[in-house]
């Protein structure tokens, strides 16, 4: 794989990786934040780059610490675009707090959302669809104490304040024992 570094303002740095087996294939590893700020010129790179013909775009967000309303409406255009071009785009191991925001504002629903490289590479291959579309990691109030709280996967676990058993099931629902 090639790679290429792109610093888009101060504040957000996208590195490329190209993958030498799928010409149409592109890893965007962000780094900083996406805000009102840098957004305009996110998307000027990031459009610059489906123009050239990358239509299966892979989103590694995990050095991403924060992302506005503004960016997730980059990351919209994006999906409306290569969608068009009859590709996809992936975003993988979203921070809580960045995946909180796509939780909170709906959007969480409308994108492939997974936390490896693999379960991306296997949406574009078209070998995984829905079931990647998950809702964890699931961030949540603890049903006694209010606490937020994030479940990274479904099971039992305690309330790091109140001690209270909670169980979480496949499907993000939160019951208590």
Do not use: W
Not at 103 to 126: C, P, R, V
Not at 161 to 170: A, F, G, H, S, Y
């Amino acid at each position: 794989m090639s790679q290429d570094m792109v610093v888009i303002k101060d504040s957000l740095r996208m590195q490329i990786e190209k993958d030498n087996g799928d010409s149409s294939m592109i890893i965007l590893n962000l780094k900083g934040f996406l805000d009102t700020y840098n957004s305009a010129d996110f998307q000027r790179e990031v459009n610059k780059l489906i123009e050239g013909g990358y239509i299966k775009i892979l989103f590694n967000c995990s050095e991403l610490n924060y992302v506005s309303s503004t960016g997730i409406g980059a990351f919209t255009s994006f999906l409306k675009t290569v969608k068009m071009k009859k590709g996809d785009l992936v975003l993988s191991f979203l921070q809580p707090k960045v995946f909180e925001v796509f939780q909170l504002l709906g959007f969480s629903k409308f994108f492939n959302i997974t936390n490896s490289l693999d379960e991306a590479k296997q949406i574009f291959s078209g070998q995984k669809t829905e079931e990647v579309r998950t809702v964890f990691p699931k961030i949540f109030k603890c049903p006694i104490c209010k606490k937020n709280l994030k479940a990274s996967k479904s099971g039992r676990f305690r309330c790091s304040e109140c001690k209270t058993i909670l169980n979480v099931d496949n499907d993000g629902h939160v019951f208590l024992g």
